[in-house]
């Protein structure tokens, strides 16, 4: 099975930052990465799809990039709104595995 | 627009059985496949099972294997999970979730609101 191994497993920032979460798969996935973020108590959202495609409905300033085994997602400017709970999964093959999450504070 | 909606949840005695069900609307059912993702409390996100389109293909976690079975009703635009044998370790909220894909996976476009399942003596 394909691990991912996901970093930070939380993370505390201010308003207006620039965020970053990376993702390492246990082998090579290509582009097979999609990203989610989920609030409490609700179900999880697709933002991001292949690595670096934005979900339609999705604010421009989530971004993702990486191929092969190492991805990252960016939140160019913080906003409250985003605080949440952000993971990656792979869909290389089955069983499709996700990452740990990364938990996003406002500082 | 896509809904999904989960039902069938509640509190179960370990080694019993329980069936959840995910009624799907507002988008062609017979042209996605359908997926299955726990998450135990506090926990991270876990993926169970997926259905092909046709229910021709299934797919499950080694944690459920032989145990669980996904199914779908495409009459009834509904798929199924039948969780046998159940553990202390399966008690978790269940989504099911759209795969953006008729017979591959893919990207969960859609997810329904979960179910809780308390697998408890």
Known sequence: DIQMTQSPSSLSASVGDRVTITCQASQDISIYLNWYQQKPGKAPKLLIYEASKLESGVPSRFSGSGSGTDFTFTISSLQPADIATYYCQHYDNVPITFGQGTRLEIK | ???????????????????????????????????????APGKGLEWVAVIWYDGSN???ADSVKG?????????????????NSLRAEDTAVYYCARDNLAAAVSNFDYWGQGTLVTVSS
């Open chain 2, 58 to 60: 299934k797919y499950y």
């Open chain 2, 1 to 39: 627009q896509v809904h999904l909606v989960e039902s069938g949840g509640g509190v179960v005695q370990p080694g019993t059985s329980l069936r959840l069900s995910c009624a799907a609307s507002g988008f062609t059912f017979t042209s996605y496949a359908i997926h299955w993702v726990r998450q």
């Open chain 2, 67 to 83: 145990r669980f079975t996904i199914s779908r009703d495409n009459s009834k635009n509904t798929v199924y999970l039948q969780m």
